[in-house]
């Protein structure tokens, strides 16, 4: 029945702008973490995540400042995971273990700039972007 109403443009439209399914929710980052779901398509994905998924505390998305790289790059006993099995690595255990997995909020590209005259025509977020693939 869920699935007969979730069909229905006007009930999916609802559903999709009720609570029951968080603003946030990544279906792709869901299916690649839980192998009993890794065929489902969106749809099914969503109706998984209010059947079973919520209470079970299924994880469903990473930090927007998330940076693979830079969680690669800290995270050297993991140099040889696929990118795929790095993020899945970092929801389901990272986290917890409070790995590196981002530039520290205080980072100052002013001082950096400073400390490196020779990037002085990047832009802040060029400037972020070298720290993390070149500059530590």
């Not at 109403?5 to 029951?20: F, G």
């Not at 205080?106 to 500059?135: A, M, R």
Request: aromatic residues 16%; charged residues 30%; hydrophobic residues 30%.
């Amino acid at each position: 029945l869920f699935l007969k109403l979730y069909k229905n443009p006007i009930y999916k439209d609802l559903l999709n702008k009720s609570n029951l399914i968080p603003s946030n929710f990544n279906f792709k980052i869901y299916k690649k973490l839980y192998s009993d779901i890794n065929n489902y398509d969106e749809l099914q994905c969503k109706i998984h995540y209010i059947e079973y998924g919520k209470n079970e505390n299924r994880k469903y998305c990473v930090p927007d400042n998330f940076n693979l790289d830079f969680y690669k790059y800290f995270n050297t006993d993991l140099k040889n995971l696929s990118d795929d099995e790095l993020l899945k690595h970092f929801i389901l255990n990272g986290i917890n273990e409070n790995r590196i997995y981002k530039i520290n909020d205080d980072f100052d590209v002013v001082k950096y700039k400073i400390l490196n005259p020779d990037l002085k025509h990047l832009k802040n977020s060029e400037l972020k972007d070298h720290y993390l693939k070149i500059g530590f």
